[in-house]
């Protein structure tokens, strides 16, 4: 027996997380310019970084011969003022999907069972998974989440159930009322993982205060990210926002320095950036509109996108993608979700924008 073969049948039959194809990869591939090449693909914020994160990263540089710190004092009190919560609420992480596995890792036994929806994030899948625990796939309703059927999915063994809203990558969007509706009814020793990586791109009739539920639910979890609207994708920085019981056992399973020091500093920084948070929900908005004009005038299903992102059939899924790659433009297939005649777009600039539509057009043509 070869020693990949005493690793657990579980991990061996990972299929392991397939990310946005990066530029540099597509311009070698196709011999293409790099500064030619438009990526919609990973839901990056197409503004960058604000300005104060990038002042704060450039400070924190010059310290990094020192171990960040492994606390994040500075961060959490930033978060504690925004959110209005003590600073033992929270659990930092590099980037949200380490909340994930900080949840599963704590809560989550092998043998156990995890909960979520078809064409939910990649990533519950491969978090249960890596634990050794089962996977209980709910049929998506609309594309998104059917609230009831995955409440009446719980089985005994059953210790999370994620939630995504808005889900990648359909970008659905669950009202407040029925994820209140749904703690509710969920028994109190499951852990359910609310994951809000795109909570700031929601418009003011969608939002909602998730956080004030804590004091109801010691079982809700929140996840929520520095690499979307915040544009710090590179640095890797995420949080959770917890019952203190809670984050203190998934902090007992955290890696000691999980967040950077630039990290740390560039988002505490970006949390007082009110004026570039707007700039990018407004540009976002925007952006959005004009994706969706143009999808509709070549006459193309999609579904309503509450994220920075929008997904739509083209019925031949790896082939539109193939031809947009060849002409420098990157979008993410979503076959892996179960859905291979769909495109994901990522709402860039107006120029990105219209060169996505003008290579879709051509690609449908091709």
Same mark, same amino acid.
């Given at each position: 027996m070869?020693?990949?073969?005493?690793a657990?049948?579980?991990i061996r039959?990972?299929?392991?997380?397939?990310?946005?194809?990066?530029i540099?990869?597509?311009?070698?591939?196709?011999?293409?310019?790099?500064?030619t090449?438009?990526k919609l693909?990973?839901?990056?914020?197409?503004?960058?970084?604000?300005?104060?994160?990038?002042?704060?990263?450039?400070?924190?540089?010059?310290?990094?011969?020192r171990?960040?710190d492994g606390n994040?004092?500075?961060?959490k009190q930033?978060?504690?003022?925004?959110?209005?919560v003590s600073?033992?609420?929270?659990?930092?992480?590099?980037?949200?999907n380490?909340?994930?596995?900080?949840?599963?890792?704590?809560?989550?036994?092998?043998?156990?069972s995890?909960?979520?929806?078809?064409?939910?994030?990649?990533?519950?899948p491969?978090v249960?998974?890596?634990?050794?625990?089962?996977?209980?796939?709910v049929?998506?309703?609309?594309?998104?989440?059917?609230?009831? $059927?995955? #409440?009446? &999915?719980i089985a005994?063994d059953?210790?999370?159930?994620?939630?995504?809203?808005?889900? +990648?990558?359909? *970008?659905?969007f669950?009202?407040?009322?029925?994820?209140?509706?749904?703690?509710?009814?969920?028994?109190?020793?499951?852990?359910v993982?609310?994951d809000?990586?795109?909570?700031?791109?929601?418009?003011?009739?969608?939002r909602?205060?998730?956080?004030?539920?804590?004091?109801?639910?010691p079982?809700?979890?929140?996840?929520?990210?520095?690499?979307?609207?915040?544009?710090?994708a590179?640095?890797?920085?995420?949080?959770?926002?917890?019952?203190?019981a809670?984050?203190d056992?998934?902090n007992?399973?955290?890696?000691?320095f999980?967040?950077?020091?630039?990290?740390l $500093?560039? #988002?505490? &920084?970006?949390?007082?950036?009110?004026?570039f948070?707007q700039?990018s929900?407004?540009? +976002?908005?925007? *952006?959005?509109?004009?994706?969706?004009?143009?999808?509709?005038?070549l006459?193309?299903?999609?579904?309503?996108?509450?994220?920075n992102?929008?997904?739509?059939r083209?019925g031949?899924?790896?082939?539109?993608?193939?031809r947009?790659?060849?002409?420098?433009?990157?979008?993410?297939?979503i076959?892996?979700?179960?859905?291979?005649e769909?495109?994901?777009v990522?709402?860039?600039l107006e120029?990105?924008?219209v060169?996505?539509?003008?290579?879709?057009?051509?690609?449908?043509?091709?």
């Amino acid at each position: 027996m070869s020693i990949a073969q005493r690793a657990p049948e579980y991990i061996r039959s990972i299929s392991p997380y397939v990310p946005g194809k990066p530029i540099a990869e597509l311009a070698r591939e196709m011999g293409l310019d790099e500064s030619t090449i438009v990526k919609l693909a990973s839901n990056e914020n197409p503004l960058g970084m604000s300005p104060k994160a990038k002042a704060a990263a450039a400070a924190a540089v010059g310290d990094l011969a020192r171990y960040p710190d492994g606390n994040g004092f500075g961060l959490k009190q930033a978060l504690s003022q925004k959110l209005g919560v003590s600073t033992d609420f929270f659990v930092l992480g590099n980037g949200s999907n380490d909340v994930l596995e900080l949840a599963a890792r704590a809560f989550l036994p092998a043998g156990g069972s995890a909960v979520y929806a078809q064409h939910a994030f990649a990533v519950y899948p491969l978090v249960t998974q890596s634990v050794g625990a089962r996977g209980i796939e709910v049929p998506a309703r609309f594309y998104g989440h059917d609230l009831a $059927a995955m #409440a009446d &999915a719980i089985a005994e063994d059953t210790r999370i159930v994620f939630l995504a809203n808005p889900n +990648n990558p359909t *970008g659905t969007f669950i009202p407040s009322a029925l994820i209140e509706a749904f703690l509710e009814r969920v028994r109190s020793d499951v852990i359910v993982l609310l994951d809000e990586a795109y909570n700031e791109y929601l418009p003011s009739e969608l939002r909602y205060d998730s956080v004030q539920w804590l004091a109801r639910f010691p079982n809700l979890v929140i996840s929520r990210t520095f690499s979307k609207i915040y544009g710090l994708a590179g640095l890797r920085i995420g949080y959770a926002v917890a019952n203190p019981a809670v984050a203190d056992l998934m902090n007992r399973v955290r890696a000691p320095f999980n967040a950077n020091s630039v990290a740390l $500093a560039a #988002a505490e &920084a970006a949390l007082g950036d009110d004026d570039f948070l707007q700039r990018s929900f407004e540009t +976002n908005r925007a *952006g959005m509109a004009q994706i969706i004009k143009g999808l509709d005038a070549l006459n193309l299903e999609h579904i309503l996108s509450a994220g920075n992102f929008v997904t739509f059939r083209v019925g031949d899924g790896a082939g539109v993608n193939r031809r947009l790659l060849q002409q420098g433009v990157i979008v993410r297939p979503i076959g892996n979700y179960g859905m291979p005649e769909w495109l994901r777009v990522t709402i860039g600039l107006e120029a990105e924008n219209v060169r996505f539509l003008e290579a879709l057009a051509f690609a449908l043509k091709a």
